[in-house]
């Protein structure tokens, strides 16, 4: 059984390919929504285990197709958190568990 714990934001605040962080209780969370679906992870790049970005609240490339590590250009899956390209292809970014309520908050999960 899941249990919703934080609301750590609103859907109205996340654009269709876009993403944004937010300060929660476990750290820095970037969300993105694609196709409807909100996925959810921690904003630190596999890589060097550092915050993805460099301008604030920029977390997707140019094509808004993938998240990116402005650092050394990682490209990581909407959908897994997967990298795709650059130094840490293969790995992933940490999953965060979230849920949507009726509300409209997105909710860390436990
Ligand atoms: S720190 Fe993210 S690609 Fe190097």
Redesign the pocket.
């Known amino acids: 059984m899941t249990t919703m714990t934080e609301c750590i934001a609103k859907t109205e605040q996340i654009e269709e390919r876009d993403a944004r962080s937010f300060d929660t209780s476990i750290g820095e969370v970037i969300i993105t929504q694609r196709d409807g679906l909100f996925y959810a992870y921690k904003n630190s ?1 596999p ?2 285990n ?1 915050s ?1 970005e460099f301008q604030e609240q920029q977390f997707m490339d140019l094509d808004h197709e993938y998240l990116i ?1 402005a ?4 490209l990581f899956e909407t959908e897994t958190g997967r990298c795709v390209a ?3 292809l293969g790995k992933s970014l940490v999953h965060v568990p979230i849920q949507v309520h009726s509300d409209g908050g997105i909710y860390l999960v436990a």
Do not use: F, M, V, Y
Not at 71 to 74: D, E, L, R, T, W
């Open positions: 790049c890589h060097l550092i993805l590590c650092n050394h250009g990682a650059g130094p840490c």
